[in-house]
């Protein structure tokens, strides 16, 4: 059974910064990413990469302040976040998708950025 586990959300000030972590298990996957879903928002793609680690693709809106990783013998991605802003408030979910094509969803961690 699949399974995917965030951690590492919380508040922060405008500028600070945060790593997200996702422990995944219980699954071969292709392709792993980030995604978050504000107030009010339909949910975003932040930043993916395959499971190799070659192709890593970000939003616009995070480009050079967030940088997604992973250590393939660890099961784990992680999501580190520079330079946050008030925008970057939401929830972030951690996403797999399995060489059969079949995505999960972990159960999100609460990222807010105030002062």
């Known amino acids: 059974q699949v399974q995917l586990v965030e951690s590492g959300g919380g508040l922060v000030q405008p500028g600070g910064s945060l790593r997200l972590s996702c422990a995944a298990s219980?699954?071969?996957?292709?392709?792993m990413g980030w995604y978050r879903q504000a107030p009010g928002k339909e949910r975003e793609s932040v930043a993916a990469?395959?499971?190799?680690?070659?192709?890593?693709s970000y939003a616009d809106s995070v480009k050079g302040r967030f940088t997604m990783s992973r250590d393939n013998a660890k099961n784990m991605v992680y999501l580190q976040m520079n330079s946050l802003k008030p925008e970057d408030t939401g929830i972030y979910y951690c996403?797999?998708?399995?060489?059969?094509?079949?995505?999960?969803w972990g159960q999100g961690t609460q990222v807010t950025v105030s002062s």
């Open positions: 996403n797999a998708r399995t060489y059969a094509g079949a995505g999960y």
């Open positions: 219980g699954g071969t996957f292709s392709s």
């Open positions: 990469t395959n499971w190799s680690g070659f192709s890593t």
